[in-house]
């Protein structure tokens, strides 16, 4: 009697199997996407921190880099230098020991400064303050000898790092005088030459002379006895610059940091956006009552202002706010101390807040 063997052979899978298998599958699935997810945040973040840094530091340095250099002219401190302006509108109408700083600051909202700044800044972030810095800048541009007469052309070695075009406005000087004023038309060295002419016509000033002092209203004549400067071969020529630096919101509804050219008229260049997501701005003064060169006292623009104390000053105290441009990078409302007082985000941005002094170095002997 033969016996069969019967073998059952198991064909796909059971309904628990395969649920089992699924929920597996999704367990691994959701793993992996927590951490690509978990992953992508932490990289957003790292981001932000590291463009928030950057924007700051790039943003202080600007500040740092014109507030350090204000008033320079040449081989002597602003307070001992004669500095006449004779260069058409717009630029400031001197440049001495109370306007080579001066600034503003906003706490009401409503600008209150001394002296006024142009409406050509537009709406100013309210809470905000500004400052504005005058100073000439070397550029190599030495004179290639002595300039005959108080109205004659200027040159000057070439090649040089000025970068000067017609209608920029200049600052020549020597140690004991300066004129600020703009140049009419440049010409530039040719057939072999290594010198560059400015030319400083009365078209483009409120006289083509260059008088030790003038009178008011600045004739158009001929200096008068003994007045006339004509500056010799020790004597350079500066790029001259007069900025001012506030918060505004720009076209995209983001704080940013801009800078307006005094020397220039409203354009779609001037103002200019320098760095986004500055938030706030505030600046406090270093005074020197006692003119020992160290600082007595730090306040801010107003009691400067009210004191009519900017010639004392001789330091600044930077403080920036700044803030990531993308939202949803926290888990809770962040709070920052500022200013005084304790700031909550509700936007889920990052701020940081930077610091630095700088000292004048036309004032800090």
């Keep these: 009697m033969s016996s069969i063997n019967i073998k059952s052979h198991q064909k796909g899978l059971t309904l628990i199997e395969l649920m089992i298998a699924l929920v597996l599958g999704l367990l691994l699935v959701a793993g992996t996407i927590q951490v690509f997810v978990s992953n992508k945040q932490t990289a957003r973040v790292t981001e932000a921190h590291s463009r928030i840094q950057?924007?700051?530091?790039?943003?202080?340095?600007?500040?740092?880099?014109?507030?350090?250099?204000?008033?320079?002219?040449?081989?002597?401190?602003?307070?001992?230098?004669?500095?006449?302006?004779?260069?058409?509108?717009?630029?400031?109408?001197?440049?001495?020991?109370?306007?080579?700083?001066?600034?503003?600051?906003?706490?009401?909202?409503?600008?209150?400064?001394?002296?006024?700044?142009?409406?050509?800044?537009?709406?100013?972030?309210?809470?905000?303050?500004?400052?504005?810095?005058?100073?000439?800048?070397?550029?190599?541009?030495?004179?290639?000898?002595?300039?005959?007469?108080?109205?004659?052309?200027?040159?000057?070695?070439?090649?040089?790092?000025?970068?000067?075009?017609?209608?920029?406005?200049?600052?020549?000087?020597?140690?004991?005088?300066?004129?600020?004023?703009?140049?009419?038309?440049?010409?530039?060295?040719?057939?072999?030459?290594?010198?560059?002419?400015?030319?400083?016509?009365?078209?483009?000033?409120?006289?083509?002379?260059?008088?030790?002092?003038?009178?008011?209203?600045?004739?158009?004549?001929?200096?008068?006895?003994?007045?006339?400067?004509?500056?010799?071969?020790?004597?350079?020529?500066?790029?001259?610059?007069?900025?001012?630096?506030?918060?505004?919101?720009?076209p995209a509804g983001n704080p940013a940091l801009y800078r307006y050219d005094e020397t220039r008229s409203t354009s779609g260049q001037n103002p200019i956006e320098l760095v986004e997501g500055i938030e706030n701005l505030q600046i406090e003064y270093g005074a020197d009552d006692n003119a020992n060169n160290t600082v007595d006292r730090y306040v801010t623009a107003k009691t400067i202002n009210d004191a009519s104390d900017w010639d004392k000053v001789v330091s600044a105290r930077i403080s920036i706010l700044a803030q990531t441009l993308e939202t949803n990078l926290t888990t809770s409302d962040q709070k920052v101390n500022y200013n005084g007082a304790e700031l909550t985000g509700t936007d889920g941005r990052i701020r940081r807040v930077f610091t630095s002094t700088i000292a004048i170095r036309n004032r800090v002997q």
């Design 54 to 250: 950057e924007n700051a530091r790039f943003a202080l340095e600007i500040l740092s880099r014109d507030i350090r250099a204000a008033g320079y002219s040449g081989c002597r401190t602003i307070d001992n230098m004669n500095i006449q302006t004779v260069a058409n509108a717009p630029v400031p109408a001197s440049m001495s020991p109370t306007t080579i700083v001066t600034g503003s600051n906003d706490e009401s909202g409503t600008l209150t400064p001394t002296p006024s700044f142009s409406a050509s800044l537009g709406t100013v972030v309210p809470g905000t303050d500004l400052i504005t810095i005058q100073r000439g800048s070397g550029c190599g541009a030495n004179l290639v000898g002595n300039v005959g007469s108080s109205n004659a052309n200027i040159k000057v070695y070439s090649p040089n790092t000025c970068n000067i075009h017609d209608d920029d406005v200049l600052m020549v000087a020597d140690c004991e005088d300066a004129h600020v004023f703009r140049a009419k038309k440049i010409s530039n060295p040719s057939g072999g030459s290594n010198q560059q002419t400015i030319a400083h016509a009365a078209s483009n000033n409120q006289t083509s002379h260059f008088c030790k002092s003038y009178s008011d209203p600045i004739s158009t004549g001929a200096c008068g006895t003994g007045e006339a400067k004509n500056y010799g071969y020790d004597s350079e020529l500066f790029r001259y610059s007069s900025f001012t630096y506030y918060i505004r919101n720009n």
